[in-house]
């Protein structure tokens, strides 16, 4: 079992950068492979990037690419979200998840999910 706690949401103006983190309780968080989702609201939750439990392996949605890193420290049990260059389209609820699934993007892959962090992006 694992349980997900995400923090370092707020508001930003355009251009600008936040780091969301992901801390994971359970011993078993570095079995998982991590990913974080966003729901902006009236519309589905999406993925945005995923990482492997050795953090060796990332993919990323085309919408985020270049701009977001995802990263992982297995020490701390926390995944992050780095995410520069901001945009008012980038405003949602973001949420971190765990599969075991390698490398999936669709949600219902994931079997453990935080409650979320609001991030709004001002234009």
């Known amino acids: 079992q694992v349980q997900l706690v995400e923090s370092g949401g707020g508001l930003v103006q355009a251009g600008g950068s936040l780091r969301l983190s992901c801390a994971a309780s359970?011993?078993?968080?570095?079995?998982?492979?991590m990913g974080w989702f966003r729901q902006a609201p009236g519309k589905e939750r999406d993925f945005i990037a995923t990482i492997t439990w050795s953090g060796g392996t990332t993919y990323y949605a085309d919408s985020v690419k270049g701009r977001f890193t995802i990263s992982r420290d297995n020490a701390k049990n926390t995944v992050y979200l780095q995410m520069n260059s901001l945009r008012p389209e980038d405003t949602a609820d973001y949420s971190c998840?765990?599969?075991?699934?390698?490398?999936?993007?669709?949600?219902?892959?994931?079997?453990?999910w935080g409650q979320g962090t609001q991030v709004t992006v001002s234009s």
């Open positions: 359970g011993r078993t968080f570095r079995n998982y492979y």
């Open positions: 998840a765990a599969t075991g699934f390698y490398r999936s993007t669709r949600k219902n892959d994931y079997d453990y």
